[in-house]
């Protein structure tokens, strides 16, 4: 026993021996590859930073100073992998950024050359690199005049509901469905910037038992941009119809000005944006829901703009209805509140390739109409819901399809109890851009 104990000894005293003289071996070769890149021997400098992988260094240093090596003697893809894990070192994130953005953009792939010079601009701590990732990013090709967008989810729901008014103590049960979402736009005339734009979109959500929650959507219309003095406006029509299991909802026609500029437009350096943007709805219930029918009018002002890696937004919404439940005494609720939220957002780059999102919002609901009770009294209803909501998104340049996961939860308070609920919906599914 006490032999076996004494070469077990042994045996950790070599291993850690070893460790040691590894890691000064590729410490040594390490500095050899700099000073081989120094001098303008890639090849000298590419066998020495191998050399110190091989002996156990593992740093983002070396993966950065491999990365550009691997760059200069024309190996992107595997300059690319280097890269990619050089981001993981705050110090060294803008730069590694800004050499993925290069090789992104001689590969043609426009949108990750964008997001990468963004991000190297966003987190570049001095002024030449930033100017330089800025300048890269506007010399790109303009976005194309055409897109398509495509989501597939699953997930489970915690009350199976088309709409969250609707939701009541005991009436929706949890439920697993699955859903299609599809949107597309394309420029009729002009361009982005100033030209008339056409879009349309899709959506369809089935449960699996609650099929009368089963949720159709489709919308379609055009916008007219127009850069007005520093503004980007987008002014223009949306028609809209919203079938709830095998009956139609409601549809509604929408007109819609919106315009967002700088801040603050004399700091060249400044990401922070204003968006101004106005709504007014005419809605024409369905057969069974007849006191949707009316108007609905609402307004808000955000601010986004970015920190670091990630983007935020902050904003305030109101929103006033003026439905015909107003004009009965008989509705079972009513639909006519007017409405305050203010909500915050937040999405950053947790590692290079994969996306983290937060958002919360607090709304204030004072509804115009009386909902009339079981006893037959009448009584006007005040709701405050806290909703909170994150998402995770996987992106890799080999994959078309981004997979996300996505949660939401909803805590809804009411003077009426019958309308107070809360709900938890989980998603998991994948989308594609073209």
Same mark, same amino acid.
């Given at each position: ?15 850690? +021996? ?58 992107? /893809?595997? =300059? ?22 290069? &090789?992104?953009? /001689?590969?043609?792939? !426009? ?19 930033? &100017? ?20 597939? +989810?699953?997930? $489970? ?6 709409? /969250?008014?609707?939701? =009541? ?11 299609? !979402? ?30 009368? +929650? ?68 005419? &809605? ?37 209805? /003026?439905? #015909? ?16 939220? &203010?909500? =915050?957002? $937040? ?14 919002? !607090? ?27 994150? #998402? ?8 078309? !399809? ?33």
């Amino acid at each position: 026993m006490k032999a076996r104990c004494v070469i077990k000894a042994l045996f950790l005293v070599l291993s850690a +021996a070893a460790y040691v003289h590894g890691a000064d071996t590729g410490a040594v070769a390490y500095a050899e590859g700099v000073r081989a890149a120094r001098r303008g021997d890639d090849l000298a400098a590419l066998r020495a930073f191998d050399m110190a992988a091989e002996a156990g260094l593992d740093t983002a240093r070396l993966q950065y100073n491999r990365g550009v090596t691997l760059l200069r003697l024309g190996r992107r /893809d595997e =300059a690319e992998s280097a890269l990619r894990r050089a981001t993981a070192d705050p110090a060294l994130a803008a730069l590694a950024h800004w050499h993925l953005g290069r &090789i992104a953009r /001689d590969a043609r792939r !426009w949108p990750e050359a964008r997001r990468r010079f963004r991000l190297a601009a966003a987190g570049a701590s001095s002024d030449p690199l930033r &100017i330089l990732a800025e300048r890269a990013e506007a010399a790109l090709p303009p976005p194309p005049d055409r897109s398509l967008f495509l989501e597939l +989810a699953t997930g $489970y729901d915690s009350a199976a509901g088309f709409r /969250d008014e609707d939701l =009541a103590t005991g009436a929706r049960t949890g439920d697993l469905f699955a859903s299609l !979402w599809m949107s597309g736009e394309g420029m009729l005339l002009g361009n982005r910037q100033s030209g008339l734009r056409l879009f349309g979109a899709g959506a369809l959500t089935l449960f699996a038992r609650e099929s009368d +929650a089963n949720l159709a959507l489709l919308e379609a219309g055009a916008g007219l941009c127009h850069p007005p003095a520093g503004w980007r406006t987008d002014t223009g029509l949306r028609l809209q119809h919203v079938r709830a299991g095998a009956h139609s909802l409601e549809t509604a026609a929408e007109i819609r000005a919106a315009g967002s500029r700088r801040l603050f437009p004399d700091e060249p350096a400044s990401t922070t944006r204003l968006h101004l943007r106005g709504r007014v709805c005419r &809605i024409e219930g369905g057969a069974r829901y007849g006191h949707l029918d009316g108007f609905r009018h609402d307004a808000r002002v955000r601010v986004s703009g970015r920190h670091g890696t990630g983007r935020w937004t902050a904003d305030i919404q109101g929103e006033f209805n /003026d439905r #015909a439940d107003r004009k009965t005494e008989d509705s079972f609720a009513s639909a006519s509140p007017v409405r305050c939220q &203010i909500a =915050a957002g $937040y999405r950053a780059h947790a590692t290079p390739s994969l996306t983290a999102e937060g958002n919360a919002s !607090w709304r204030v609901s004072l509804f115009r109409g009386r909902d009339t009770l079981e006893d037959g009294s009448h009584r006007a209803r005040r709701d405050r819901r806290l909703a909170l909501s994150g #998402a995770m998104r996987y992106r890799n340049n080999a994959w078309p !399809w981004i997979p996300f996961l996505r949660m939401d939860w909803n805590d809804n308070s009411s003077n009426i109890p019958v309308h107070a609920y809360d709900r938890f919906r989980l998603a998991l599914g994948a989308d594609r851009a073209w």
